[in-house]
Structures are given as structure tokens and as C-alpha cells.
């Protein structure tokens, strides 16, 4: 209280009016995967995609966050946090995949395992003391041609985009060898995993083969072996196509009865039958007896993902995964489209131990969204499941019990099926995990009609296509039947692929609704986030009054624009701040208790128009 001791003017200010409580935000979000560069486990703020390559480089084969954030903002995302993972945690000191070559060692300009990815040949030069040095990553090549070892040296550092280079005092200045017949050769560590290439395979009969390139790109290869009755040709002479994104190769008239001689062939090629050595795989014989068998392999492997890659190390002394966000209040959505990246395909299903690491992770989003309250997790269907193993999935039963996606929380919504995108590096269209993509409508939506609007019937402005277009049987098997509450995404004739639901993974019937769920997330951290000027303020009628005044403004507002439900403002909410709600025992205690209740919006799924004969009849006047 200010002492008036002299005669005089006095002057002073007094609050007196409302403090209006601003709306919380609702779309930005937090992504986890791989990226080429950046640092690991800090999640940074990122606006466009623009910043996201300047901080974590751009796409990259076998991987899916750069996909992932370049489509949420396709879609109408704005801010979001991106996570970098497969360090070592933040204390890791990140080293760069390395080759040597003679007197010559190749470092990738960015640490870590994606290094791996950058192949190096050497040819000989037109003299005894040069070389020609060729470096390929994914479509992209350099070469540095005719040179000697320090020009190569010189040449490298000074043009070269993916790898740096130095004399390698082990190499007792000996110049690099010609590689074999043309074959290139992987750079190898980096820090991140194990020092060696996981190398993903796969076994035809007796012959195993494996992927020259390592981590999760190589689990996307395929060999395809035809009969020769398929192709028109004579027993026993067939025909092995291999692939991996956009590339193909094709051996013909390999001998099925000779095991040996399509393993010289995979690795050595043939010059007479103008047949080059395979870029794709290597060949060796396993000594199995088991019989070649004409039909389509996939490739299997080591995953670069680890559970606790995504749901943090709790060894280490500094958050990890998830736990990086929780300081980041203003995270809304969880998304991890990487989750997926790593998922190995056996006879075209999804391995059990990898469906066992994708249900770990998605109980650590949900759970880490339930902790933080105000967030809702984002999840992806498995690869390649049909609806009727989609709904055994989400459900646990069948061969899915113990790995399946047996969850019930309102913190979290489940999208199927994939969506195809149009790949800016191969230009094909490649599947992606719908995720990001979902996160991004959940922005647009937000910014058009309001966080209130269910975030359905939107077009994905990204997806060219799906991998599955389910029918309205199978959207009504995975939708409303036994409580799934699988978000379907359809392609509709005319009207383009849409997101056709929106409801979370809860069982109870009061936040089935996911707009509902984030609406009230909305309010809920409006109103707190703003009224933190109560804390410590005299527990009287005034600052009950007060209080109910700034509240009831701020749902003023909300139902102007048509977030809650009623004809008037004291149909759609009620605001109770008084003696009732703050009795003397409540108030000894410190306690000060404000009951808010309101009735929110909730979408027409379910539009139906009632429609018979009707006899107008007639009449007679006068």
C-alpha cells in the first residue's frame, strides 16, 4: 500500500481490465528419423523446406523424414521440430564413412551412416601415374578424370559435393588399384551403428545374395528369378532381374541347373555376352541344398532403427528421442514416418521382430503424448497388410497377438494405407507412410476452418496415388466395426485421394472424435498458459470474478467461430467460479477452483437423407 505523508497530486495506475487469453497453437510438430546431416537428438525448429536441407540435407533413399517434412509442408503444415537419430546420443562425436584407396583415402562430407551411400571406382589414366576417379550417390556421379594422386587430392576437396580426400600415410604412397572389372566400392563406418555395413540378403536355393550397399536402402532390393517356360526359353536357362529404386538389372539365360556359373556371372559379368557385373548385389554359395526355386525374393537385413533410437536412451545422462520434446511445450502433433524405414519384408510381410519394434515405439508416442497432455501421436499403418490383416493387426488377434496394435487412448489416430508420392530424386512414384502428410492437413485445417473442423474429407495435395484403395465394405470393416477407428485414406473418381476419417484409437464413446480431442486440448492450454497471473493473487470474490470474466471471453469467442455447439454463448458453455466451487477449506489449502464446461462441435459422419412417396393430395376453394 503506498504511504501519502506530504499534501499532493497522487497518481496510480490499477488494473482494471480483462486479460484477454490467447489461443494455444495446434499444429506444430515434432518429427523423428534419419536425416544426412545435423545435430543428433536436438530437436531444431524449422519453417520451410528450405531450412530443413540447409540444417539436415535432402532426400535420402531407403529413409523417409525428408519425404516426411517436405510433405507436411506440401500440405499446409507451417513450423514443426525435427529430431535427428541413429547417434550415439548428444555426447557421440560423429565420425565419416572412409575408403581407402592405396595412398588415397575417401571421407563422405557429412558424418555418419549415410556416408555409406557413396560409391567410389577407380580406372587407370592414360599414363602409369594417373587414374581416373569416378563417385556415384544415387543418381548422381562425379568424375575426375586422368589425374594423379594429388591432383585427385586437389580436385576432390575442391569440387567434389559428397567426399573430401587425403593421403593416407598407410597406403605407403601406392596408387590406388583399378577397381575389378568396373565394380565400384561403398564407403564404410561412419558413427551412428556398428563399423561395418549392415548387409541386407537374401537366399535363392543354394546361392546367398547381398546388397552392395548397406543400411536401410538396401532393404528395398529385389530379385526376381523367372522360369524359363515364363520368358519362352529352352530348360534350364531363365532369367534374374534384380532391382533397387529406380535401377534394374537384367541377367539372361542364366542356368538354373549351375549355381556356380550365375554366381560368376552376379560378380564378374560376361564379356563375350556383353553382360557387366551386377552394382546391385554380390553372389556366393552358401552350401545349401536347397533347390532354385523361379518366384520373387526380397531382401532382408539389418535395421539402422533401434526402439530406443525413438523412445530415448534412459542410460544417458541428456534426453534422447522423444524425451528431447518435452521442453518444447509448444508441440502438438508427434509424428515418426523413419519408424518404418528400416522394416524388413519377408515374402513380401512385414518381419515379425520389426512389427514387435513398431508396436514398442508406437506405445512410447502414445505414452509420451499421454504425459504431455496436450499432444496427439500421429501413427502409420505397417507396410503391405490388406484390410483384413490390418484389422487383425489393430486388433492383436491372429498372428498379431503380442505385436499387434491392440491401444486405446485418445491421444492418438491411426492412418491406413500408405499413400504413393511422386519421388523428386527417381522421379517414380514410391510409397510413403501417411503420417507427416496427415500432420500437414491437420495444419492447413487448423488455419482455414479451425482446430474444431475434423481433419477429413481433405485432399492430400502430395499423394499421386494409394497403395491400397479400399471399398466401402472394407473402409466399414476398418472404420466404425468393434471400435478399429482406423482412419482409411481412398481415391475416389473425380474427387482425388482424400482422408476419410477422423477418430482417435479411444474406446470410450466421449472423445471417439479427434477434433474434439484437439479442440479440447486447445482450450485446456489457452486457459492455462494464460492465467498463470492468478498464482499468488488474494483468493477473494474479486479474483473469482475476475477470472470467470477473462474465461467466459475467451469461449466467447470460440463459439463465434463456431467451435462449440448452441444456438447462444449459455447454450454452448458455462463458466462457475464462486463460493460453491471455492469453499474456506478449499481456500486454506491455497486452492482456487474454476469449472468450465463446453459443448463441443462434432462432425456429421453419417449424413443421411430420408426419402418417400408423398400424395399431395388436392383441394378445392371457393
Known sequence: MPEYLSPGVYVEEVSTGPKPISFAPTSVTGFVGFAQKGPFNKPTLVTNWTQFVQKFGSFTPGTFLAYAVYGFFQEGGSRCYVLRIGGEGKSADPTAASLPLGALRIFAKTPGAVGRQISVMVDKGETDDKITVTIKKADQEEKFANVTLQEAINQINEKSQFVKAEVDPAGNNALPAPSPK????????????????????????????????????????????????????????????????????????????????????????????????????????????????????????????????????????????????????????????????????????????????IKNVQT???????????????????????????????????????????????????????????????????????????????????????????????????????????????????????????????????????????????????????????????????????????????NDFDLWQRLKRDVSAFLTICWREGMLFGRTAGESFFVKCDEETNPRELIDQGRLTCEIGICPSKPAEFVVFRIGQWDGGTSVAE
Open 364 to 538: 512410447a508416442m502414445i505414452a509420451h503424448c499421454e504425459k504431455m497432455h496436450y499432444r496427439v501421436a500421429v501413427l502409420d499403418a505397417p507396410p503391405n497388410m490388406n484390410p483384413q490383416e490390418l484389422r487383425a493387426w489393430r486388433r492383436g488377434e491372429q498372428e498379431f497377438k503380442g505385436t499387434g496394435a491392440n491401444y486405446d487412448s485418445d491421444k492418438a489416430a491411426l492412418y491406413y494405407p500408405w499413400i504413393k508420392i511422386a519421388d523428386p530424386v527417381s522421379g517414380k512414384q514410391i510409397p510413403a507412410p501417411p503420417s507427416a502428410y496427415m500432420a500437414g492437413i491437420y495444419g492447413r485445417n487448423d488455419q482455414n476452418r479451425g482446430v474444431h473442423k475434423a481433419p477429413a474429407n481433405e485432399v492430400i495435395r502430395s499423394a499421386v496415388g494409394v497403395v491400397y484403395n479400399c471399398t466401402k465394405g472394407e473402409n466399414d470393416v476398418l472404420y466404425g466395426s468393434e471400435s478399429c477407428n482406423v482412419n482409411v485414406i481412398r481415391e475416389f473418381p473425380g474427387r482425388g485421394i482424400r482422408v476419410w476419417g477422423a477418430r482417435t484409437l479411444a474406446s470410450d464413446p466421449e472423445w471417439k472424435y479427434l477434433n474434439v480431442r484437439r479442440l479440447f486440448n486447445m482450450v485446456e492450454k489457452s486457459v492455462g498458459d494464460s492465467t498463470h497471473w492468478t498464482v499468488f493473487e488474494p
Open 182 to 357: 568396373g565394380k565400384s566400392s561403398n564407403l564404410m563406418g561412419g558413427s551412428g551403428s556398428a563399423a561395418d555395413v549392415p548387409v541386407s540378403s537374401t537366399n535363392i536355393g543354394p546361392i546367398k545374395f547381398s546388397a552392395t550397399v548397406g543400411g536401410m536402402e538396401a532393404n528395398t532390393t529385389t530379385a526376381r528369378l523367372f522360369h524359363p517356360e515364363e520368358i519362352g526359353n529352352k530348360v534350364p536357362f531363365g532369367q534374374l532381374v534384380i532391382e533397387r529404386g529406380k535401377k534394374t538389372e537384367k541377367f539372361n539365360n542364366v542356368n538354373l541347373d549351375d549355381p556356380a556359373s550365375i554366381v560368376d556371372l552376379i560378380n564378374n559379368g560376361n564379356e563375350q555376352m556383353g553382360i557387366s557385373a551386377s552394382e546391385l548385389v554380390r553372389a556366393e554359395l552358401s552350401g545349401s541344398s536347397d533347390p532354385i526355386v523361379p518366384k520373387l525374393y526380397y531382401f532382408t537385413g539389418v535395421s539402422l532403427a533401434k526402439a530406443k533410437d525413438f523412445t530415448g536412451d534412459k542410460s544417458l545422462p541428456e534426453h534422447t528421442g522423444f524425451d528431447a520434446f518435452e521442453e518444447f511445450e509448444d508441440i502438438s502433433i508427434v509424428c515418426c514416418p523413419d519408424l518404418m524405414a528400416g522394416v524388413r519384408l519377408v515374402n513380401g510381410k512385414v518381419h515379425p521382430d520389426d512389427l514387435e519394434m
